[in-house]
T-cell receptor
Framework: NAGVTQTPKFRILKIGQSMTLQCTQDMNHNYMYWYRQDPGMGLKLIYYSVGAGITDKGEVPNGYNVSRSTTEDFPLRLELAAPSQTSVYFC????????????FGDGTRLSIL | AQSVTQPDIHITVSEGASLELRCNYSYGATPYLFWYVQSPGQGLQLLLKYFSGDTLVQGIKGFEAEFKRSQSSFNLRKPSVHWSDAAEYFCAVAASGGSYIPTFGRGTSLIVHP
């Protein structure tokens, strides 16, 4: 009964390094989302995907890239880490946008130093 | 553009007291409405949702919310708060103008005093 799984849970990066945040879901959901959460700012949408091979930008996509080669996986890539990307990142999935609620992973806490 | 406002950043209540968390949205039509709860170090968990029909909806953990079209509000309530309710609460809205991709409010942090 895994739901949405995110790895790693914590990571410290140096400025300029790159990394991939992993997200996988086992509910066969077509829709997947990446959010970042900063204190007092709620959740901001970075990218989302409506199915394998289809992705689209959200509100704050700069500095990030995504891919969706399978229904299950939706990795988020940081190419050149910057201090402004220090945040908690959440992956979510849903079977259908709007009417159906989102299922969230436990998050990845990322610090850029 | 769709927007969601949670006007209270922090709310402090005593255990056993009643609770109301406010949420207002700006859309032309009735959107899909959600409340989520986030415990420290955890992801978001769905408390309740509203799509249509009865404007008072019941959720998990004794929470309820009322949709008021005239006020564009979807406030969350609980008659008696428990210490375990201390958490961050998020209102989310999905509407056709945003391709039904949910937009979240900034959250309200609930502090419960014994």
């Amino acid at each position: 009964n895994a739901g949405v799984t995110q790895t790693p849970k914590f990571r410290i990066l140096k400025i300029g390094q790159s990394m991939t945040l992993q997200c996988t879901q086992d509910m066969n959901h077509n829709y997947m989302y990446w959010y970042r959460q900063d204190p007092g700012m709620g959740l901001k949408l970075i990218y989302y995907s409506v199915g394998a091979g289809i992705t689209d930008k959200g509100e704050v996509p700069n500095g990030y890239n995504v891919s969706r080669s399978t229904t299950e996986d939706f990795p988020l890539r940081l190419e050149l880490a910057a201090p402004s990307q220090t945040s908690v990142y959440f992956c979510a999935s849903s079977s259908f946008p709007g009417r159906e609620p989102q299922h969230f992973g436990d998050g990845t806490r990322l610090s850029i130093l | 553009a769709q927007s969601v406002t949670q006007p209270d950043i922090h709310i402090t209540v005593s255990e056993g007291a009643s609770l109301e968390l406010r949420c207002n949205y700006s859309y032309g039509a009735t959107p899909y409405l959600f409340w989520y709860v986030q415990s420290p170090g955890q992801g978001l968990q769905l408390l309740l949702k509203y799509f249509s029909g009865d404007t008072l909806v019941q959720g998990i953990k004794g929470f309820e919310a009322e949709f008021k079209r005239s006020q564009s509000s979807f406030n969350l309530r609980k008659p008696s708060v428990h210490w375990s309710d201390a958490a961050e609460y998020f209102c989310a809205v999905a509407a056709s103008g945003g391709s039904y991709i949910p937009t979240f409010g900034r959250g309200t942090s609930l502090i419960v005093h014994p």
